[in-house]
């Protein structure tokens, strides 16, 4: 199959067109389906975490835009669905820039066709394995101004990447690239409750990342991550906690193992 250009092998599954599906979209093939599936066979909540991830994704946006953030990086954005970044932030300032970020063609493909008109909004090719380069990308520094506080969202993504390719020093490249005033935001799963279950899920994933190494990670490894910053209230907690007005006498009870918070560089 080809899209605009592009050969694509419906036979191997891609990480945002699984979660495309688990977010109930239609950019996605039957073998991302059947991953899917495979995946829900041994953790049926991971449906549940998936939206949880993106309902996370939104209430952080619109509480950065409401502290006067206007620029945001979205790195490793996924396939355009529901509440995109440049949507949420946009409706509460319409002059608010946007910068994508991913290194998949089809979501390149799909994520510029939709923002063709928007001038605020830019989508560019890049590795987050290689922060430099989206830091310089010529296209990054055309629209985003390092010298004012801006959003840094690294939403959904680092857990792919394995411990060897040292995702505490990629965060910190980032975090050290961002002025006073700026945000990082990120969601992660971790190891401490399921543990067997995550470790079926590394293993089912190694199909797609091409057998990379341990990505597993405890609350104290994530916590990490936000070294050199300080914590937005309510802090690192399960990402359907973070500022939703979940009360746990209420809510639904199945198990989660995605935290997420948000940290501001003093």
Not at 106 to 131: C, K
Request: negative net charge; proline residues 5%; charged residues 25%.
């Amino acid at each position: 199959m080809r899209a605009d250009g592009l050969d694509i092998d419906e036979s191997q599954p891609s990480i945002a067109r699984v979660y495309d599906y688990f977010l109930g979209g239609k950019d996605n093939y039957a073998c991302d389906r059947e991953f899917a599936q495979k995946l829900v066979g041994f953790a049926p909540e991971a449906r549940t975490m998936a939206r949880d991830n993106r309902a996370f994704l939104g209430r952080v946006v619109r509480f950065l835009a409401r502290q006067g953030i206007r620029q945001f990086i979205d790195i490793g954005t996924g396939l355009p669905t529901q509440d995109n970044v440049h949507e949420a932030v946009q409706a509460i300032a319409s002059d608010a820039r946007v910068a994508y970020v991913d290194n998949d063609p089809i979501v390149l493909v799909h994520a510029r066709a939709l923002l063709a008109d928007n001038l605020n909004t830019i989508v560019i090719e890049g590795d987050l394995r290689r922060p430099k380069e989206i830091l310089e990308h010529p296209c990054l520094n055309g629209l985003i101004d390092f010298t004012k506080p801006m959003a840094i969202l690294l939403v959904g993504v680092l857990y792919y990447l394995a411990n060897e390719e040292k995702p505490w020093e990629i965060v910190a490249e980032l975090r050290d690239a961002m002025p006073s005033g700026s945000y990082l935001a990120l969601s992660h799963i971790i190891s401490d409750d399921r543990p067997e279950a995550i470790s079926q899920a590394q293993e089912l994933y190694r199909q797609i990342l091409k057998g990379k190494g341990d990505a597993r990670r405890c609350r104290a490894q994530v916590q990490a991550l936000f070294d050199g910053l300080e914590m937005v209230e309510p802090g690192l907690v399960y990402a359907h906690q973070w500022r939703s007005g979940w009360r746990a006498e209420t809510a639904d009870q199945r198990p989660r193992w995605i935290l997420g918070g948000v940290g501001r560089k003093n």
